[in-house]
């Protein structure tokens, strides 16, 4: 089967940098995704890494190392309106639809 | 360009009656996709649309659920009869390209089953 980890839960201040960990365990690994997801809201994507490195989106940058089955999320300069769950999801080369969420982390960016 | 709209944003039934969701996806797009998200936990791939056509149901959970997309337009999700653990936020999500991470997903819609 596969599985994901993220926290739970991320607070950091507005203005600052906040970096949120995935970690995963798949079988026939084809990239990790990173949506956004604003409370009553549409899960947005923000980022897609199919090779290890950075990609970097403005504020938002995404980070992929497959040998440590490893993957971040890094948001700069935190905006009140970042507040949101973001989750992460493993894209399974052996079912090319079926990508496979993690369980979010709730992130709330205090003043 | 509208977006993906899925209908209703919430519904609260019984245990034991039909509830049906639907999703009507962004014009053009081939493909239609199902997730749900029980409260605290993942987002959970259900099944895939190509068209009319049922790429990948292997997420559906049970018998109990029955997805349709007649004319390749709009999607429903039945569920009946509807149990309590049934409730989450119903997901759907289209793209135009076989690329999922080019998926726009809808509101969801939140179903509580008391």
């Known amino acids: 089967g596969q599985s994901l980890e993220q926290p739970s839960e991320v607070t950091a201040v507005e203005g600052a940098i906040v970096q949120i960990n995935c970690t995963y365990q798949?079988?026939?690994?084809?990239?990790l995704s990173w949506y956004q997801q604003h409370d009553g809201g549409a899960p947005t994507f923000l980022s897609y890494?199919?090779?290890?490195g950075l990609e970097e989106t403005g504020r938002f940058s995404s980070f992929l190392s497959r040998s440590d089955s490893y993957g971040y999320l890094l948001l700069q300069e935190l905006q009140m309106k970042d507040s949101a769950s973001y989750f992460c999801a493993v894209k399974n080369s052996g079912g090319y639809q079926k990508v496979t969420f993690g369980t979010g982390t709730k992130l709330q960016v205090i003043p | 360009e509208a977006g993906v709209t899925q209908f209703p944003s919430h519904s609260v039934i019984e245990k034991g009656q039909t509830v049906t969701l639907r999703c009507d996806p962004i014009s053009g797009h081939d493909n239609l996709y199902w997730y749900r998200r029980v409260m605290g936990k993942e987002i959970k791939f259900l099944l895939h649309?190509?068209?009319?056509?049922?790429?990948?149901e292997s997420g559906m959970p049970n018998n109990r659920f029955l997805a349709e997309r007649t004319g390749g337009t709009y999607s429903t999700l039945k569920v009946q009869p509807a149990e309590l653990e049934d409730s989450g936020v119903y997901f759907c999500?289209?793209?135009?390209?076989?690329?999922?991470?080019?998926?726009?997903f809808g509101q969801g819609t939140r179903l509580t089953v008391v």
């Open positions: 890494n199919g090779l290890d």
């Open positions: 999500a289209s793209s135009h390209s076989q690329i999922f991470t080019e998926a726009f």
């Open positions: 649309f190509v068209k009319e056509s049922k790429q990948d």
């Open positions: 798949t079988s026939g690994f084809y990239g």
